[in-house]
């Protein structure tokens, strides 16, 4: 039987800036990391103002988790210490896993027009913090998608929906990244696996989760439970996120996540001295 998920809280996001001041929405924050393991953060952003995003993201590190950065319109140029380099286009995904240490760079290749989408962070297991460095472009045409008979159509970034496997699946967060396009007037249907933290973001128009409506610039946080249905009233758009939770401690400290505060003082003697990457 389908068990479907219900909105358990609507969250605005945060307007702040980041980088180099690039400017965008933190929607999913701190705060939320407990409820929504295996993910620390999610940023959208969006202008058609060179001054909101032109700076970009210079030389910065991380440790211990994984960078998932989906862009809808714009090009951004990649680059890092551990020799990746790579240009994310319209449409396409970019999955970085920073493991023991990466420096890297994220800037804009463009001098006008539209800079749009998302950055995911997703944690990694103690077992796999210390791992080695991992990139990978994947470009719009490379992103499996399907059609329903309703006319929604999926991309599915990571996973898998309705039986279509996605460009990437990753060992023990088992994420799902679908982005679903929604005309006026359909209704969308997808299994997420039982154990699932998951949560949904409208970026264009609004959808209904049962009697809660989610607007556009919102997070819904799903329940606990099966699969999900949409229904949107207008043509919508929206990502739909989901993982295995982790359920481990979590020590933050800015661009780096560990299990404990030792690991966090470790690394920063690490980046300080040169160690990290």
């Known amino acids: 039987m389908f068990q479907t998920r219900h909105i358990e809280q609507v969250i605005a996001g945060i307007d702040t800036s980041d980088g180099a001041g690039v400017k965008l929405t933190r929607v999913l924050t701190g705060k939320l990391q407990r409820r929504l393991d295996p993910f620390l953060m999610l940023d959208a952003f969006g202008s058609d103002v060179p001054d909101d995003y032109i700076a970009g993201f210079p030389d910065h590190p991380h440790r211990g988790f994984e960078t998932v950065t989906y862009m809808l319109s714009g090009r951004m140029r990649h680059r890092d210490s551990a020799g990746h380099e790579g240009l994310l286009d319209n449409g396409g995904v970019q999955w970085m896993t920073a493991g023991?240490?990466?420096?890297?760079?994220?800037?804009?290749?463009?001098?006008?027009?539209?800079?749009?989408?998302?950055?995911?962070w997703l944690n990694l297991p103690a077992k796999r913090k210390m791992s080695d460095p991992w990139y990978r472009d994947f470009a719009s045409d490379s992103i499996p998608e399907y059609v329903t008979t309703g006319g929604v159509t999926v991309r599915v970034i990571a996973g898998s929906s309705c039986g279509v496997q996605g460009a990437i699946t990753r060992p023990d967060t088992e994420p799902l990244f679908l982005d679903v396009h929604l005309p006026a007037g359909s209704e969308f249907s997808t299994e997420i696996p039982a154990t699932h933290n998951a949560f949904i973001y409208v970026y264009r128009g609004a959808v209904k989760v049962g009697d809660t409506a989610v607007e556009s610039r919102r997070m819904g946080i799903l329940s606990a439970g099966g699969g999900v249905t949409l229904n949107a009233e207008t043509d919508t758009r929206l990502i739909l996120i989901a993982g295995h939770p982790l359920n481990e401690p979590i020590a933050q400290y800015g661009p780096f996540v560990m299990n404990t505060q030792e690991e966090i003082h470790q690394t920063l003697d690490d980046f300080r001295n040169g160690r990290l990457a």
């Open 100 to 120: 023991r240490g990466v420096i890297h760079s994220e800037m804009p290749e463009q001098e006008e027009g539209v800079m749009e989408g998302f950055q995911l």
